[in-house]
């Protein structure tokens, strides 16, 4: 059975590995700075961080959020360091890495179509902070082979399970679902705005097909599943409102106008058939769970 290091193991990402459907060929052990964790670590301690030795892969997943990027620009640095222990350790102790990184690190993300060699958002500071990280584990992976595999990812979505609220909120369709179920409304201001989206069911099912097949090409990867508008998006959550407490949600769309889908290259590893019933599933299950947890009536 592989072992594989979680960090950054109270996250949103990292809690769809934990509640995943059971997984008997991995065992998952999720670490965290938070120091009310079950497994807190000082992470930029060398001798704490030796702790994951033993390990045969780590995801790495911790890092600044953009909100805490705009107030303090320093912890690009603190990512950074991070992200050399971390790769100091795999390389010293034969340990495979996946970095989840963003498909925002593209200037042009949104706007065009998109390549690995796409032009870097260099003034965003959450696009420097991944963008720096990727250098380093390119460097510091040099003279390894079939060691690191970096993931560009959309703005995955959904949860079987997830009871920190200020989290969820941070993502647009879950913020979304709890303003249908708060106030029986929305507003979107540009509806035109384009945005890459993975159903939670789909991540999973990348990470556990890169351990399991050892797909470790020291390479970089863009991750995406459909790219769609706001409005597209607005109007998703407004018919599986209505489909699944038969009552009417106002959506208002201040600017729209149709623009084509921009495209973006990938790995045929990675390409899926699109299937709107992923899409819908992970959309239900976001509002029925939610419902319960903030305990509205409808």
């Known amino acids: 059975m592989q072992k594989i290091a979680v960090i950054g193991g109270t996250g949103y990402l990292a809690s ?5 459907d059971k997984n008997d060929s991995c065992k998952y ?6 120091k009310n964790s079950k497994n807190y670590i000082n992470y930029l301690s060398s001798k704490k961080i030796n702790r994951l030795k033993n390990f045969n892969c780590i995801i790495h997943l911790a890092g600044p959020s953009q909100n805490e990027l705009k107030k303090n620009k320093s912890l690009i640095i603190k990512k950074s360091l991070l992200t050399s222990k971390i790769c100091d350790l795999c390389t010293s102790y034969n340990i495979k890495l996946i970095y989840i990184s963003s498909l925002q690190v593209y200037k042009d993300y949104g706007k065009k179509n998109l390549s690995i060699n796409s032009k870097i958002h260099l003034t965003n500071p959450y696009s420097k902070s991944h963008y720096e990280s990727e250098k ?20 995955v979505f959904g949860f079987k ?10 993502n647009i369709i879950h913020d979304l679902c709890i303003l249908a179920l708060k106030k029986r409304k929305f507003l979107i201001k540009n509806g035109s705005i384009q945005r890459t989206f993975i159903p939670s ?3 999973i099912k990348i990470v556990n ?11 970089i990867e863009n991750i995406f599943y459909k790219n769609l508008s706001l409005h597209d998006i607005a109007k998703i959550i407004q018919k599986r409102f209505k489909f699944l407490f038969t009552t009417d949600i106002k959506v208002e769309i201040k600017k729209y106008k149709y623009k084509k889908k921009f495209k973006i290259n990938q790995n045929q590893n990675f390409k899926f058939n699109i299937d709107y019933k992923k899409i819908y599933f992970e959309i239900d299950t976001i509002l ?5 947890i903030i305990r509205i009536k409808i």
């Open 209 to 219: 097909h890169i351990i399991k097949n050892s797909y470790f090409n020291n390479s």
């Open 29 to 34: 052990t999720f670490f965290s700075r938070n």
């Open 288 to 292: 029925k769970y939610m419902k319960k």
């Open 201 to 203: 069911q789909i991540f």
């Open 16 to 20: 769809l590995i934990k509640n995943q």
């Open 136 to 155: 380093i584990i390119l460097s510091k992976f040099l003279n390894h082979k079939k060691k690191f595999i970096i993931l560009r990812m959309g703005n």
């Open 161 to 170: 399970k997830y009871n920190n609220l200020g989290e969820i909120k941070k």
